[in-house]
């Protein structure tokens, strides 16, 4: 069975510092990997995703996402994180196989705390 | 363009009544999916449309839940009986069709059901 785990609930950054936000996955054959920011009260917004090709995937609002096969791992990145980062952070797996009809399959979240 | 719209923004009902939510998608967009996001189960997926496919129910909790898509647009999801474990966020996401493409899904702003 597909599964995608974020082991953080809560990360806590400094405005300025790099952050990282953490997702593993695990699915058979080839993922489909995205990422989500939902803002409190609001619908969950598309960062980014990763198809193919390239490890690393840059999105909106100057995050990026790094695919590692060998440590199934697709980890969000930002050199240099705003306080309007602040956010939950959603990764998610699209089905394949028998599962494959485009359904996400979610992470339970991560709270991205950016202090200034 | 417009995004994704859902309606009611929040409903309150008492256990044991049917409610309806509904979803206007994307226009253009062939593909349509409800997701539930609760404290306790995180985010869910409940049924995804396709086309004129049959739809995809394999996430609906119980059979008192049950959605349609009329005309490949509007969605309506009805819960029947409504119990308080029902009391989530209920979330609509569209986006381009066809499993050969992997296209991020655009989600709308929710409809917040409370069971009483």
């Known amino acids: 069975a597909q599964s995608v785990a974020q082991p953080e609930d809560q990360v806590n950054v400094a405005e300025g510092n790099p952050l990282t936000v953490k997702c593993t996955y695990s699915?058979?054959?080839?993922?489909?990997l995205f990422w989500y920011v939902q803002y409190p009260n609001r619908g969950l917004q598309f960062l980014l995703k990763?198809?193919?090709?390239?490890?690393l995937v840059k999105g909106s609002y100057g995050f990026e996402a790094e695919f590692n096969k060998s440590q199934t791992s697709f980890h969000l990145k930002k050199p240099s994180a705003l306080v309007s980062d602040s956010a939950l952070y959603f990764c998610?797996?699209?089905?394949?196989?028998?599962?494959?009809?485009?359904?996400?399959?979610f992470g339970q979240g991560t709270t991205l705390q950016v202090k200034p | 363009g417009a995004g994704v719209s859902q309606s009611p923004s929040n409903k309150v009902t008492e256990k044991g009544k049917d409610v309806e939510l509904r979803c206007d998608p994307i226009?253009?967009?062939?593909?349509l999916y409800w997701y539930r996001q609760s404290l306790g189960q995180g985010l869910e997926f409940l049924i995804y449309?396709?086309?004129?496919?049959?739809?995809?129910k394999s996430g609906l909790p119980s059979d008192r839940f049950s959605a349609e898509r009329t005309g490949g647009s509007v969605s309506t999801l009805t819960i029947q009986r409504t119990q308080q474990e029902d009391s989530a966020v209920y979330l609509c996401?569209?986006?381009?069709?066809?499993?050969?493409?992997?296209?991020?899904?655009?989600f709308g702003p929710g409809t917040r059901l409370t069971v009483t």
């Open positions: 996401a569209s986006s381009l069709g066809g499993l050969a493409g992997v296209y991020e899904q655009y």
């Open positions: 699915v058979s054959g080839n993922p489909y």
């Open positions: 990763y198809i193919t090709g390239d490890n």
């Open positions: 998610a797996v699209r089905g394949v196989g028998s599962s494959n009809t485009g359904k996400l399959i």
């Open positions: 226009s253009g967009h062939t593909a």
């Open positions: 449309f396709q086309g004129n496919s049959a739809p995809d």
